[in-house]
T-cell receptor
């Protein structure tokens, strides 16, 4: 049973470009969560999604960030017009219901 | 304002001895508590959890203790092994909410 998959593992963007991070949950998991980790910090919750629905986006910056979890395909975290402060590790987690969250390996975004 | 504090950034113990990692929280609404272990360049791996109705949960070498009145929990690893060397995160959650609130982590080093 494959774990949570994230790609790319590393992403380099120049300021002003768009970043798209993908997350495929574990088989049978319908809940997806995105977290961000800045250097020397813990993970910070960004958004919680179920299929085709955003349930809680209280941790998402108001501008430039969006997330989706379509009926088919992976969940996407999209960052438009990236800035240097967006450089971080972005982790996706999934769970079958309200249950333990299992994390993917993360995408390390570097903004030049 | 940090809701979850792991006051020891690092801890070093000898192989075979006990490792005790501590976590304090301020939000009395937290009702389940998870511990994650994280190696560099990987995602957090779920270790053990405890709900607020219990004060102890044990799984092999890992035991978590919860003191609700003190808003304190601890993770005990005994005997410690070199492979336990990693960063450990305390991550409580609140019933009705799906987001986990992570501490900044404690880096455990187990010396052979």
């Amino acid at each position: 049973n494959a774990g949570v998959m994230q790609n790319p593992r590393h992403l380099v963007r120049r300021r002003g470009q768009e970043a798209r991070l993908r997350c495929s949950p574990m088989k049978g998991h319908s809940h997806v969560y995105w977290y961000r980790q800045l250097p020397e910090e813990g993970l910070k919750f960004m958004v919680y999604l179920q299929k085709e629905n955003i349930i809680d986006e209280s941790g998402m910056p108001k501008e430039r960030f969006s997330a989706e979890f379509p009926k088919e395909g992976p969940s996407i975290l999209r960052i438009q017009q990236v800035v240097r402060g967006d450089s971080a590790a972005y982790f996706c987690a999934s769970s079958p219901q309200r249950d333990t969250q299992y994390f993917g390996p993360g995408t390390r975004l570097t903004v030049l | 304002d940090q809701q979850v504090k792991q006051n020891s950034p690092s801890l070093s113990v000898q192989e075979g001895r006990i490792s005790i990692l501590n976590c304090d929280y301020t939000n009395s609404m937290f009702d389940y508590f998870l511990w994650y272990k994280k190696y560099p360049a990987e995602g957090p791996t779920f270790l053990i959890s405890i709900s607020s109705i219990k004060d102890k949960n044990e799984d092999g070498r890992f035991t978590v203790f919860l003191n609700k009145s003190a808003k304190h929990l601890s993770l005990h690893i005994v005997p410690s092994q070199p492979g336990d060397s990693a960063v450990y995160f305390c991550a409580p959650g609140e019933g009705g909410s799906e987001k986990l609130v992570f501490g900044k982590g404690t880096k455990l080093t187990v010396n052979p």
